[in-house]
């Protein structure tokens, strides 16, 4: 087994420190999820530090009017004029094929960011499938597939997942994605969603690291956002909870640390790698990343059953 990626950051850190001194000049970033209101989500946060550091950053949202509101309070608080907006609905594949038809130039930063959590009720999206696995993780897989030519454009251009500790509660169970013989659980579909979030980087590196496409994901820590409006907010104890500003930490040293450069497929806790974990730890706080999100044949099979459903 290949040695933990280590890094001079922690779980305190935020998303201005990791990436300190570091010029984004010229390169142009999109983050999905990120118009939900100024200050109240990681998605903001994340592209509140990428401008802040010269990036041009397209904000992917569901709701433009939103966005807009969001992009000209960025512009305000970065000096920095080339923050976009874009609708982008990755709960509809016709969405994210027209935003991906419309987007021009290359890309360096693609942040699948945006995602819902434990609605309490089965419902259905993209092919049928169980809504928070087509949210997050089929929508934003037909959005990297839609954007691959002009991430291999982007000459080193990274992918960044954005999964959760949820991952634990289930791997992808193939024979049964979409809940069509087991009972719905609103839990054991976000985990399996958020393991296939991870998965989706692991192929994607395989795939198109020789496009010079790098491609991690990572658990944010725990931050009460609007996310959680199904489970009542966060429930984590005030020890264990993190800031906007450290939760987008990880993501941005992902998106633009140049300490990361070159360094794929893997899986990030506190802006470090987590190690593997062979059970749900039983104590908060406790990194790790299960076996089966890493697995290349389980990554190299979703691929392919995704493929199926989008195209």
């Known amino acids: 087994m ?17 990436i300190e001194g570091v010029d984004l000049s010229g390169r142009r970033a999109i983050v999905t999820g990120a118009g939900a209101g100024a ?8 592209a509140r530090a990428l401008a802040a550091n010269g990036a041009e950053v397209t904000l992917a949202v569901r709701r433009p009017e939103a966005g807009e509101q969001v992009a000209a309070d960025l512009r305000k608080a970065t000096g920095n004029d080339a923050i976009h907006v874009a609708r982008l609905d990755v709960a509809d594949l016709e969405s994210v094929r027209a935003f991906t038809a419309g987007w021009q130039g290359p890309l360096h930063i693609l942040i699948n960011n945006a995602g819902i959590m434990m609605p309490p009720d089965l419902e259905r999206g993209i092919g049928g499938h169980e809504q928070q696995f087509a949210t997050n993780y089929l929508g934003h897989f037909a959005l990297a597939l839609g954007l691959h030519r002009a991430l ?14 949820g991952h634990l509660f289930s791997p992808v169970v193939f024979d049964d994605i979409a809940f069509r013989f087991r009972p719905y659980d609103a839990l054991v579909a976000y985990g399996q969603s958020k393991t296939a979030v991870i998965l989706l980087a692991v192929e994607a590196q395989r795939r198109w690291s020789g496009d010079g496409i790098t491609a991690n994901s990572l658990h944010p820590g725990a931050i009460a956002t609007n996310l959680q409006r199904h489970t ?10 993190k800031t ?39 104590r908060l706080g406790v990194p790790g990343v299960a076996p089966y999100a890493l697995d290349p044949a389980n990554a190299e099979r979703l691929w392919e059953v995704a493929s199926d459903i989008v195209r």
């Open 2 to 18: 290949s040695q933990l990626f280590t890094t001079p950051f922690g779980r305190d850190s935020t998303a201005s420190e990791v």
């Open 244 to 282: 906007i500003e450290q939760g987008a930490a990880t993501t941005v040293f992902l998106a633009a640390s140049p300490l990361v450069e070159g360094i794929g497929g893997r899986y990030f806790e506190d802006v470090n790698e987590a190690p593997v974990v062979h059970a749900r730890p039983t």
């Open 39 to 46: 200050g109240s989500g990681i998605g903001v946060e994340t």
């Open 152 to 165: 291999a454009d982007g000459d080193g251009a990274r992918l960044v997942s954005v999964s959760s500790s």
């Open 232 to 241: 009542g907010g966060l429930r984590t104890p005030e020890p264990y909870r």
